[in-house]
C-alpha cells in the first residue's frame, strides 16, 4: 500500500484539479466527491494520484468480484465486439439465458417470470406498478365497480429509490418533502411493529373512513440505508402471513442484499432473516452485474407474471446483451470461487474481528454476510471514515453513528486481517458529524 496518503485536506495536486473541474460541469446532488478514482484490480483501487485503497464499500455492495476479474473482462469484451445494444424490439441469447438462470438461483416456481431495467429504483418501480395492477383485480378495488385504489405500504426507515415511484415508497422524509405531492395509494408501517401493519390493514373497509384493500407490502430484509438494520425473522413470517390472508403481495427489496451479499444468493433464503418465507416479487441490482448498471425483478409465478402485458411497462435499456453478458459472467464467477460460502465466512472473521480489536469507539456489529455496519459509540461515522480513507480503507458513513462494510465477495481472510489492523486503530475521540 502507498505509504503517502492524503486525506480530505491533503488532496493530491490530480485529485485537487479534477474535483475542481468537476464542480464546474456536476450538479451538486452528491456533494464534493472525496476522491477521484482511476483505476482497479481486485480488492483495490487507486485514486489519480497514485495513491491505493483497500475497498470495503465495494461501489456500495455494486462490485462484487471486485475491480476487473478477467473473466468479467473478457465476458464483456466479447459481448461488445459482437452487439452491445438492439433494443427490444428483438432478443438475444445472453437476455434470455440470464433471466432463465435468475429464476433458477430464486428458486422461483415454474411460470415465474423476469423483467430487467436498470438500477434498482427501476426494479423497484417495476415491481410498484405490477403491484397496482394486482391491486385492481382485488374485491373493493375495481374502479368500474365504485371501488377504492387498492393502497401499497411500506415500512418506516425503508430505502427503495430516488425516482418518484420508489421515493414514494421511500421513508427519509428529508428527501421526501422536497418532492411532495408523490405518488398516492402508497402509506407507512412502523417497521418491526406488526400491530401497526395490522392497523394499516384494518382500515380496508366500506364507508366514509374506509381505504381501498392493501395490494403489497414492499420491504428489505436489511435496511440498508437506515444504517444495515435486520427486520427480523420472526417479524418477517407474520408479515407473509398478514399478507397471505389478506390476499396481499409480498414484495422483497433485494437490491442491496441479494446476488450473494448476505451469504446466500438472496437474503430471503435465510431462515435467520426471512423465516423461511417465499416472496411474490423479488427486486435486484447492484451486485447482479459486477459494476454494470443492471437491475430487474422476479415476479414468482405465471398468474402475477402475466399481469404486465406488452406496451404496459418498458425501458430502451433494459436487458441489454452487454449488461446481461456482463451479469452472466459476474453470477460464473460467483458459483465457480465459492464467493456466496466467502460472504460468509469472510463476513463472520470481519464481524468477530471488529469487536476483537478492544476499540471503544465500536459498540457492536450488525448485519450477515459481507453488508454489515459497526455501531459506534458517538455520532462521528464521517470523520472515521476520512480516517480510514487517509491511512488506505474505504468504508462508508451510512448513518451518523455507523460505518457500512461491504467489500466484493472475493475478499480474503488477508483482506479482513488487513482492514480490521486499521480499523484497530481508529481514533475513539473523533469529532461528531
Not at 455496519?373 to 480516517?387: D, K, S
Request: net charge negative.
Amino acid at each position: 500500500m502507498n505509504a503517502e496518503q492524503h486525506g480530505p485536506e491533503t488532496l493530491g495536486p490530480e485529485d485537487s484539479k479534477w474535483l475542481g473541474e468537476y464542480a464546474d460541469v456536476h450538479m451538486s446532488v452528491f456533494g464534493t466527491p472525496l476522491r477521484v478514482m482511476d483505476h482497479g484490480e481486485g480488492m483495490r483501487i487507486w485514486d489519480v494520484d497514485g495513491n491505493e485503497y483497500l475497498d470495503f464499500l465495494a461501489g456500495i455492495a455494486v462490485n462484487s468480484i471486485g475491480y476487473a476479474h478477467p473473466a468479467w473482462v473478457k465476458a464483456v469484451a466479447e459481448q461488445a465486439a459482437k452487439v452491445a445494444h438492439t433494443s427490444n424490439y428483438f432478443a438475444t441469447e445472453p437476455q434470455i439465458s440470464l433471466a432463465a438462470r435468475l429464476i433458477k438461483l430464486a428458486g422461483a416456481p415454474e411460470g415465474s417470470h423476469v423483467y430487467f431495467g436498470n438500477s434498482g429504483a427501476e426494479g423497484n418501480e417495476a415491481a410498484l406498478k405490477l403491484a397496482k395492477l394486482y391491486g385492481r383485480t382485488l374485491p373493493g378495488a375495481a374502479p368500474a365497480l365504485g371501488g377504492k385504489p387498492a393502497r401499497i405500504v411500506a415500512l418506516t426507515n425503508g430505502f427503495h429509490g430516488r425516482t418518484l415511484g420508489a421515493l414514494s415508497a421511500t421513508w427519509k422524509p428529508a428527501i421526501r418533502k422536497p418532492f411532495e405531492p408523490l405518488v398516492p395509494g402508497i402509506e407507512f408501517a412502523q417497521a418491526g411493529d406488526i400491530y401497526a401493519l395490522h392497523e394499516a390493514f384494518a382500515a380496508t373497509g366500506q364507508g366514509p373512513y374506509g381505504k381501498g384493500p392493501v395490494a403489497a407490502v414492499i420491504l428489505e430484509l436489511i435496511q440498508g440505508e437506515a444504517g444495515v438494520k435486520p427486520l427480523g425473522a420472526d417479524y418477517v413470517r407474520q408479515v407473509r402471513a398478514m399478507c397471505d390472508a389478506h390476499h396481499a403481495l409480498l414484495i422483497v427489496d433485494e437490491v442491496q442484499t441479494g446476488i450473494g451479499r448476505t451469504g446466500a444468493w438472496f437474503a430471503f433464503q435465510r431462515e435467520d432473516l426471512s423465516g423461511g418465507i417465499t416472496p411474490d416479487i423479488v427486486t435486484f441490482a447492484k451486485g447482479v452485474a459486477g459494476g454494470f448498471p443492471m437491475g430487474g425483478m422476479i415476479a414468482f409465478g405465471a398468474k402475477l407474471s402475466a399481469l404486465f402485458t406488452p406496451g404496459s411497462h418498458g425501458s430502451t435499456f433494459a436487458g441489454n446483451p452487454l449488461g446481461a453478458a456482463a451479469a452472466m459472467a459476474t453470477l460464473d464467477v460467483i458459483e465457480q470461487e465459492g464467493l456466496v460460502a466467502n460472504a460468509e465466512e469472510r463476513g463472520r472473521q470481519l464481524r468477530d474481528g471488529i469487536m476483537a480489536t478492544g476499540n471503544p469507539l465500536y459498540v457492536s456489529v450488525r448485519g450477515r454476510g459481507l453488508l454489515d455496519a459497526v455501531e459506534l459509540a458517538h455520532p462521528c461515522a464521517h470523520a472515521a471514515m476520512a480516517w480510514c480513507m487517509e491511512h488506505g480503507l474505504i468504508v462508508n458513513a451510512v448513518r451518523a453513528d455507523a460505518l457500512r462494510l461491504a467489500p466484493p465477495l472475493i475478499v480474503s481472510a488477508a483482506d479482513v486481517d488487513e482492514a480490521l489492523a486499521i480499523l484497530r486503530d481508529v481514533p475513539a475521540d473523533l469529532p461528531d458529524d
